[in-house]
């Protein structure tokens, strides 16, 4: 079983930057990640990070937000700088142990105004 504690979200004007956290307990994990869920839309991914360090990005996200963890601390961080308006959602984190079951966290809001 994994647990996991996101903290970090809140509000910031249209091009500035907010960094968001999240703590995996109870288990090592493999990959790690952050999906996003705007009002009205499915949730999509925003970046991904194996336990190697392989990132991948969604493209509207790509040059602005970055994607790290820290493996002794079971920890995985977004920067996002430049932020948009329509970066606006409930970001979630997402973990998947090596038995290829994902666990996400409880979701922490991000707003950003024009």
């Known amino acids: 079983q994994v647990q996991l504690v996101e903290s970090g979200g809140g509000f910031m004007q249209a091009g500035g930057s907010l960094r968001l956290s999240c703590a995996a307990s109870g288990s090592i994990v493999s990959a790690m990640g952050w999906y996003r869920q705007a009002p009205g839309k499915q949730r999509e991914l925003v970046a991904t990070?194996?336990?190697?360090?392989?990132?991948n990005y969604a493209d509207s996200v790509k040059g602005r937000f970055t994607i790290s963890r820290d493996n002794a601390k079971n920890t995985v961080y977004l920067q996002m700088n430049s932020l948009k308006p329509e970066d606006t959602a409930v970001y979630y984190c997402n973990a998947r142990n090596f038995a290829q079951r994902d666990y996400w966290g409880q979701g922490t809001q991000v707003t950003v105004s024009s």
């Open positions: 990070i194996t336990l190697g360090g392989r990132t």
